[in-house]
């Protein structure tokens, strides 16, 4: 291990230490256009996970399903920055696939149908 | 980067978002509790000491940081379409998010509590700002009643065209209906556009 490794597993180093040891460090993700509500989901042809980090696996884990950045952030305990720079790894290897857009003001059709949907919860 | 086509593979579903605003404590996490189908969950924006926004790692190391948490709640309305709510941060000062949140919405509720209108006011003033539709909903906290729709609206000098209703937030049914009522606004602006 570099000396510049052994201080990010350094616990004196703050708070920190653990987003940068996750992010191996990388500091800002390659995809850019992950939002809060993007949607992610783990690929049906996901690669050999051996060589992922655990929270790389964690999130493999979680999008079995799909779900938006912001409940794959929630649920890893994260903050939203760290959890980008890890889906976009995932993304660039194929592993996790992801909705194709930014966020876009919902046409007639889509709030009719949220409508219905939360008149019937 | 794998999207996702339409040769019927795996799919995502599209997410849209209302935003639960208002001042603090006029009850935006328990609207949010009341008609989410998960418990509400935190997300965390990473920010410096100075309360400015990281959108890169780089140059923080060593850094004092802190965090502003956002709650956010989930109603999947069929496979194919997922609403998520989400309660602005506590503190106006994070106009950053507030931009995040907006951009793409379906519209806001503004939560007031008549005790304390003026709380709601940066509030209202951001949505009308930037066009994103919205409705005030005047969240009925016991015995705190003190004003009628009219007079709320009077006294937030409101356009006639936004809907302010009445609500108890913490009531699943009530906090359902302000949502039904956002919806149908948006609606009737996205035809009044056309
Ligand atoms: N009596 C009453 N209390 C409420 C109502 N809505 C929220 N509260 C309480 O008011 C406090 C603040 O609510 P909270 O949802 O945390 O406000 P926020 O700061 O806007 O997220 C909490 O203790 C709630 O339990 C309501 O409709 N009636
Ligand atoms: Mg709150």
């Known amino acids: ?121 | 980067m794998v999207f996702v086509g339409s040769d019927g593979q795996l799919t995502v579903p599209t997410a849209v978002k209302i935003v639960i605003a208002g001042g603090f404590g006029t009850g935006k996490t328990t609207m949010v509790g009341s008609v989410s189908e998960i418990p509400p969950l935190k997300t965390e924006e990473l920010l410096t000491e100075a309360g400015v926004h990281v959108d890169d790692l780089a140059g923080i190391e060593g850094k004092d940081t802190t965090t502003v948490a956002l709650d956010f709640g989930r109603i999947t309305i069929n496979t194919k379409v997922v609403l998520y709510l989400f309660g602005t941060p506590g503190q106006n000062r994070f106009w950053f998010m507030w931009d995040e949140l907006a951009t793409g919405a379906i519209g806001a509720v503004v939560l007031v509590d008549t005790r304390r209108l003026d709380s709601s006011f940066p509030s209202i003033d951001f949505f009308e700002h930037r066009g994103i539709p919205f409705v005030v909903a005047v969240n009925c906290f016991d015995g705190a009643q003190l004003y009628t729709v009219d007079e709320v609206r009077h006294a937030l000098d409101l356009d006639d065209g936004i809907p302010v209703v009445l609500c108890d937030a913490r009531d699943r049914e009530s906090s359902k209906a302000v949502l039904v009522g956002l919806i149908q606004h948006s609606m009737n602006r996205l035809e009044a556009a056309v």
């Open chain 1, 1 to 121: 291990m570099s000396a510049r490794e052994d201080w990010w597993y350094d616990e004196a180093a703050g708070p920190l230490v653990r987003p940068y040891a996750m992010v191996r460090g990388r500091t800002r993700p390659n995809a850019p256009d992950l939002h809060l509500v993007t949607q992610v989901r783990a690929s049906s042809f996901a690669s050999d996970q051996t060589s992922l980090t655990v929270e790389h696996r964690e999130i493999m884990a979680l999008c079995a399903r799909p779900l938006s950045v912001a409940e794959v952030a929630a649920y890893l305990d994260v903050p939203l920055i760290v959890v980008k720079v890890l889906l976009s790894d995932l993304i660039e290897r194929g592993d996790v696939i992801v909705q194709n857009s930014s966020p876009q003001i919902p046409d007639r059709d889509l709030l009719q149908a949220v409508l219905d949907g939360v008149r019937g919860i």
